[in-house]
């Protein structure tokens, strides 16, 4: 039997360019056959909806009570939900942090002004993992000629982003092969109708992945098959 995962998924809790809550994003893709998500809301540096005026743990306290919530309506459906994060470390430049979570950031308050390089120092401390979200995007919110992190403090980098472009997944296929590093694939979801005109992606797996480290310990082995479907928006 196999197991169908999106660890790339943006609800409108915390991500403020996201327009579906969780609950129905859990709907959606369990609609679609997916047998759970990793729910990677974009961090404070990122595009976020989190109120400045928060303290650090009322902030993070967010996070993980969207991924509560979610939790919560995939054990209804019986349907996978793990915390996950997208942190932008850069020029617009993201990574997404798997293995991690609320006591983690409870304990590094400081997390945000971390280079993309410590950042990785602390997930992997805690047992977490790191994929490089669509390294090769282009768009106008993002800078030209930027500098990437080290990519050797990387674990994985994701070669199939379902909002890309081809090139822009086939230059990402290219680098991870190049530095022989494990890979991730998702959907970036922002939308409940997201499958209406973009492809589906993620990974397979032939055990069911319920827990943070039960995901990790799948990337870390290179236990994930890349699936996808459908034709690109964007061309």
């Known amino acids: 039997?196999?197991?169908?995962?999106?660890?790339?998924?943006?609800?409108?809790?915390?991500?403020?360019?996201?327009?579906?809550?969780?609950e129905t994003l859990v709907a959606a893709e369990k609609a679609e056959g997916y047998s759970g998500f990793v729910l990677t809301n974009h961090f404070l540096t990122g595009?976020?909806?989190?109120?400045?005026?928060?303290?650090?743990?009322?902030k993070v306290r967010?996070?993980?009570?969207?991924?509560?919530l979610g939790k919560a309506a995939g054990e209804r459906l019986d349907f996978d939900v793990i915390f996950g994060l997208e942190h932008n470390y850069g020029n617009a430049q993201e990574i997404l942090?798997?293995?991690?979570?609320?006591?983690?950031?409870?304990?590094?308050?400081?997390?945000?002004?971390?280079?993309?390089?410590?950042?990785?120092?602390?997930?992997?401390?805690c047992g977490g993992f790191v994929s490089h979200a669509h390294p090769f995007r282009e768009r106008g919110y993002i800078p030209k000629g930027n500098n990437h992190l080290d990519y050797s403090y990387l674990d994985a980098i994701e070669i199939y982003n379902s909002a890309n472009t081809e090139r822009?997944?086939?230059?990402?296929?290219?680098?991870?092969?190049?530095?022989?590093?494990?890979?991730?694939?998702?959907?970036?979801?922002?939308y409940a109708p997201?499958?209406?005109?973009?492809?589906?992606?993620?990974l397979v797996f032939d055990r069911r992945i319920k827990t943070s480290e039960e995901l990790v310990s799948a990337l870390r082995n290179r236990e994930g098959?890349?699936?996808?479907?459908?034709?690109?928006?964007?061309k």
């Open 97 to 125: 942090i798997y293995g991690i979570d609320l006591d983690f950031l409870l304990a590094n308050p400081d997390f945000c002004s971390l280079s993309g390089e410590e950042i990785c120092d602390r997930v992997h401390a």
């Open 225 to 234: 098959r890349l699936q996808h479907s459908g034709e690109r928006f964007f």
């Open 194 to 202: 997201h499958f209406a005109t973009f492809p589906h992606a993620g």
């Open 62 to 68: 967010c996070y993980w009570n969207a991924y509560l």
């Open 1 to 22: 039997m196999s197991y169908f995962y999106d660890l790339h998924v943006h609800s409108s809790e915390c991500s403020g360019c996201a327009a579906s809550s969780v």
């Open 168 to 190: 822009e997944d086939e230059r990402a296929m290219e680098l991870c092969e190049r530095l022989g590093l494990a890979y991730t694939a998702g959907n970036d979801m922002h």
């Open 47 to 58: 595009n976020n909806c989190i109120p400045k005026e928060l303290s650090w743990e009322e």
